[in-house]
């Protein structure tokens, strides 16, 4: 009962930041205007100078989050499910592997610019992955039941 409690627990974690990576995604390869937390980093009269890279980079970041967040639901119900550890290890991975960046980044930008970005959000996300991965491991171990057969 317990292993799988923890194995649906590892999947909708998995798959809820997976889900927030898609709709973050979406939202940042779309939008049409300087989010507020970018905006604040940037001179008032170098505002219009910037829009043409920030829409690029913003195109860019959007398409990879999305990207990373259809990947990850195909690993996280297709070999996580499955009960692969290598699959829930590479997504954990690849997941940590961005979060970390986007956490550097936001942190740089803070200092850089004063612009009110943090890690903080990153290391929710952070949390929601390595609980994920901890559960799916968690789930593998074999109980004190089945460990005495």
């Known amino acids: 009962m317990r292993s799988n409690w923890m194995k649906w627990t590892s999947i909708g974690l998995f798959a809820a930041l997976s889900l927030f990576l898609v709709v973050f995604g979406t939202i940042y390869a779309t939008v049409?205007?300087?989010?507020?937390?970018?905006?604040?980093?940037?001179?008032?009269?170098?505002?219009?100078?910037?829009?043409?890279?920030?829409?690029?980079?913003?195109?860019?970041?959007?398409?990879?989050?999305?990207?990373l967040g259809l990947l990850g639901l195909y690993v996280t119900f297709g070999p996580v499910r499955r009960g692969m550890s290598s699959g829930a290890v590479v997504l954990a991975v690849a997941n940590s592997v961005a979060l970390v960046?986007?956490?550097?980044?936001?942190?740089?930008?803070?200092?850089?610019?004063?612009s009110p970005t943090s890690w903080h959000i990153m290391g929710v996300l952070m949390t929601i992955n390595l609980s994920a991965?901890?559960?799916?491991?968690?789930?593998?171990?074999?109980?004190?039941?089945?460990?005495?057969a």
């Open 32 to 67: 049409q205007n300087l989010l507020w937390f970018h905006a604040a980093a940037v001179p008032k009269q170098a505002l219009q100078d910037v829009r043409p890279l920030y829409f690029a980079l913003m195109t860019l970041i959007g398409g990879a989050s999305g990207g």
């Open 101 to 114: 960046m986007a956490a550097i980044t936001a942190e740089k930008l803070a200092v850089a610019t004063g």
């Open 133 to 148: 991965l901890a559960l799916h491991f968690g789930a593998k171990a074999p109980t004190r039941k089945t460990a005495m």
